[in-house]
Every structure is written in C-alpha cells, then in structure tokens.
C-alpha cells in the first residue's frame, strides 16, 4: 500500500514489478464473467413491477451471452423501487436464470446500516454476489468509505461484492488508493468503474492483484478500459447487443485487436444514443420500438419524447437492428 503513495526508490521498483505481473499474467476468468448486463426493472402501464416481464427479460438476456445480471442498479430503477419490490425482483430473477448466469443483488445505500441489512438479506436469498454503490449525496470522506465497504463485507462474509464507482450520481468517488484498500479485504472481489477516468483503471489494476477484477460501467469505454486491465463490462447496451458484445470482449480476450476494434466501433454509435438522455429511458424506449416492450419508467423519471424515439429509431435501423 505504501507503494501507491510514496515517491521513494523502493516504492518505484515495486510498482515496476507488479506492473510486469499484470503484463505477463494471463488474466482470469472474473467470478462474475465478462458479459454483466445492468437489467432494467419492467413496469406495467400503470408502474407497478411486472415480474413476468422481467422473467421473460432474463431468458433474453441469458440467451444472448449475459453471464451476471445486476438486479436493481441504476438501470434497474432502484431509487424508485422498494425493498420489498427488491427481494421479490431477486427472487424472480434467480429462479428464471436457474443457474445459467450469476445474479448480482443491487444493495447499496449511504446508509451503512441500511446496506448491511439488505446485503444481509439478499445473502439469505443465496445469490452470486452484491453490487455496493458509493454512497450518495452524504459525501463521506475516503476514509468514511473504506470503512462504509468495509462493514458490509464483514457482515456478509461469503457474499462476494462488486464496489460501484460513478461520482456522476452519486458526488462521490471512490480513490484509487481507497479501493487498493478494499481489495485486500477477500469477499471484495472487483469493482465497476464508472468514472470515465482511463488513469484510475490503471492505478486500480496496477496496485491489486490480477484477480481483482475491474469492469467498465460504460460500454462505449470498455475497449478502451480493458486495453489497460478491465476484464469486462457491466452493460445497458447488452440488453440490444448482447451477442456482439460477447464477442467483442472474446476477440480482445484472445488478442484479436483489430477485430474488437471493428466490433465496438460498429456498436459505438448505440453505446452513445442510449445515454441521450438519463439512463433507462433511451433504453426502455429502444426496447418497446424492437418490440419488447419493458414499460414505462417511474417518476420522477419521464417517457422518452417523440423527438428522442425518432432519433432512436435511426439508430436502430442504421445498426441493423431493425427494419427502416
């Protein structure tokens, strides 16, 4: 740890080493996979959970390569939804992917209190692991975050955790010499970058172990994020594209350069069109004009407008995803 921080000789020489390891190890296979799709949480009509929908959704998703599901994140709707809603979406989901895919419980708050008990209670559910979001608009210092993370992996000792790293919600962001901390702790088993930041990935792979494993929270950065130690991808574009994404990741993975390149730019313009607006509603509206419809979002989120799913709709067509 004192390597991260310090200017002395030592210090230098043992950043060099690990950073040979990192060059040299072959990377493995993160206990989550590579393909994480972000699901969305269906409403009816009349906003409340449909849970047919989201059985229906999760065989999509298993099908077009989805390894993990994170259930109740961002995408998912999660400020809107209540925890009773929660455990019933995770108990949904678990029994629909039977084993096929991992299932991640989104269980975050910025109370610490709050986020024990509900990891606590997923735990008992025996899900795959929790994705544990910064918390949000208290701003605790780092320190205030270390032991935040911390506390909720003690008290969940044999659920391994995913930290959640996106200060463009939350105003908070999580250090590179923070989650070097959290990595030491053994249920700590990786992290979603979400802040854009390409030199907080390589100080996060740099100073853990290879079996850390680091993946993009945005799609459009995720070639560029594993061309400096991600491993994968916890993605909103994947409930569209899963299949191409499996294979960009595949192609990388087996040092096919030149042929993910191609892939990603191919799906670039998506990645982007689905963050025209706040996440999920380009993607809910992408998804009703493919035909599957996962309903409406929750106030005090809105529809996407006309103007918006007219834009999509080229996209999509220019994507090869639908007909013109």
Known sequence: MAGFLSRDGAAVWGAWVTMAEVLTATSPEPLFGRLITAMVTPFTLEGEVDYGRAEALVQDLVEAGSDGLVVCGTTGESP???????????????????????????????????????????????????????????KPPQEGLYRHFRAIAEATPDLPMLLYNIPGRTGCKIEGATVVRLAEI???????????????????????????????????LTLPLMAVGAQGVVSVASHLVGTELKRCLEAFGAGHVSQAQALHLKLFPL?????????????????????????????PLVQASADLTAKLREVLVASGLMVG
């Open 186 to 220: 053994p249920n700590i088993v990786g992290i979603k970058e979400a802040t854009g930041d390409l030199d907080l990935t390589s100080q996060i792979r740099l100073h853990t172990p290879s079996t850390f494993a680091i993946y993009s929270g945005d799609d459009s």
């Open 271 to 299: 990645f982007r069109a689905l963050f025209w607006d706040t996440n999920p509603i380009p993607l809910k509206a992408a998804l009703q004009l493919l035909g599957r419809d996962s309903g409406v979002v929750r106030s």
């Open 80 to 138: 809107t939804l209540t925890w009773d809603e929660e455990y019933e979406l995770f108990q949904v989901v678990q029994k629909a992917v039977s084993g096929r895919a991992k299932v991640i419980a989104g269980t975050g708050s910025n109370a610490t209190s709050e986020a024990i008990a509900a990891t606590q209670k997923a735990a008992k559910l025996g899900l795959d692991g929790s994705l544990q979001v910064a918390p949000y608009y208290n």
